[in-house]
């Protein structure tokens, strides 16, 4: 059902000696609602994977893998638009560890630093739409607000503009 599709360590750079990144594909279920964070810079949300095991009497349910899912700028704030609790996700990312103290103690969690998100289409359908662009005049920290309406913004799916279409022939 749910499955780590691929972990491999990537040497960044040409040199032997640069560092190491732990970039892994997951697939999983949103455990949670998206969180949103620093102005819409940072979302972040909890992946569960849980995967089909064979026992004597046939297949069950394994573990689950709770890993939190961290996305910055662009990609934070189309997540928080795009992902429902329950959504069955495929996230590519690099493997962080966030220590921290509390109460005397060091505390340590692993974070999957997200570099793209998307709907696993094995399980369903998604609908995408493309991001307005911005002409040269236009800023968006001119005024900081997302558009009202995000699908009118966006403007309408191949779909709409084929039924479109086909009402005005």
């Keep these: ?14 040199r032997k000696d640069g560092p190491m990144e732990a970039l892994v594909h997951i697939t999983g279920y949103a455990g949670s ?9 940072v979302s972040a949300f909890r992946l569960a994977c849980t995967p089909r095991v064979k026992t004597k009497g046939g297949w069950g349910d394994g573990n689950t893998t709770w890993i939190e899912v961290s996305c910055f700028r662009l990609l934070a704030e189309h997540v928080a638009a795009s992902v429902r609790k329950g959504d069955p996700v495929v996230v590519v990312g690099k493997l962080r560890t966030n220590v921290w103290e509390k109460d005397g103690q060091t505390h340590e969690r692993l974070v999957l630093e997200a570099d793209m998100v998307g709907h696993d289409l094995n399980r369903g359908t998604s609908a995408f739409r493309r991001r307005p662009r911005l002409s040269s005049s236009d800023s968006r920290e001119a005024d900081g607000a997302p558009p009202e309406d995000e699908v009118e913004a966006a403007g309408l799916s191949a779909e709409e503009r084929a039924a479109k279409a086909a009402q005005a022939a």
């Design 33 to 41: 609602e998206v969180e949103i964070r620093g102005n819409g810079t």
């Design 1 to 14: 059902c749910v499955q780590i599709l691929m972990a491999k360590t990537h040497l960044s750079g040409e």
